[in-house]
T-cell receptor, first 114, second 109 residues
Framework: EAQVTQNPRYLITVTGKKLTVTCSQN?????MSWYRQDPGLGLRQIYY???????DKGDVPEGYKVSRKEKRNFPLILESPSPNQTSLYFC?????????????FGPGTRLTVL | QKEVEQNSGPLSVPEGAIASLNCTYS??????FFWYRQYSGKSPELIMS????GDKEDGRFTAQLNKASQYVSLLIRDSQPSDSATYLC?????????FGKGTSLLVTP
């Protein structure tokens, strides 16, 4: 089944404890992206990647890191999480980098930073 | 001016009616427009994409695009209670997508 997977789905952690949220797609998609969704603010892009080793900042990159060493994986790293990073996180991917390519979303990771 | 604007709702329609959801965008060079449906606590699910002026129909859904007015809409015919969700309008910004905050739709039996 073609899909985007994320792990973990739920995570409660404490301030300053480094964490990684994994994202993997099995559709050989070139483009991958991370979003966070907060009440009243909608979906905002954190980082995106147009191919292996090619990443760029989205609208809210502060406090996050990403890497794209393999085409299928795009992990999101929080080196020193803070409570304002408590949010619902989505990974998405699309076939190519054309503006016409549709993005497909993973199931989401609900992160709570205490 | 926000880049993608939607009324937050809730928009309430009776079962069987037509639901009309609207979206305006600010970037005149935008080329692609998408409607996603999101149930509470779930991930956005793509339901329609549109790239050219006019209407595009898929089952009970019709997307309408007017680039001159910078306006995108989604019509849902024969609305069902299962259509109750938040509908997100997304507009391309280069290689990325800008999302509106969504319109909450409630279909009442």
């Amino acid at each position: 089944e073609a899909q985007v997977t994320q792990n973990p789905r739920y995570l409660i952690t404490v301030t300053g404890k480094k964490l990684t949220v994994t994202c993997s797609q099995n559709m050989n998609h070139e483009y991958m992206s991370w979003y966070r969704q907060d009440p009243g603010l909608g979906l905002r892009q954190i980082y995106y990647s147009m191919n292996v080793e090619v990443t760029d900042k989205g609208d809210v990159p502060e406090g996050y890191k990403v890497s794209r060493k393999e085409k299928r994986n795009f992990p999101l790293i929080l080196e020193s999480p803070s409570p304002n990073q408590t949010s619902l996180y989505f990974c998405a991917s699309s076939l190519g980098t054309s503006p016409y390519n549709e993005q497909f979303f993973g199931p989401g990771t609900r992160l709570t930073v205490l | 001016q926000k880049e993608v604007e939607q009324n937050s709702g809730p928009l309430s329609v009776p079962e069987g009616a037509i639901a009309s959801l609207n979206c305006t965008y600010s970037d005149r060079v935008s080329q692609s427009f998408f409607w996603y449906r999101q149930y509470s606590g779930k991930s956005p699910e793509l339901i329609m994409s549109i790239y050219s002026n006019g209407d595009k129909e898929d089952g009970r859904f019709t997307a309408q695009l007017n680039k001159a007015s910078q306006y995108v809409s989604l019509l849902i015919r024969d609305s069902q209670p299962s259509d109750s969700a938040t509908y997100l309008c997304a507009v391309n910004k280069g290689y990325a997508l800008n999302f509106g905050k969504g319109t909450s739709l409630l279909v009442t039996p």
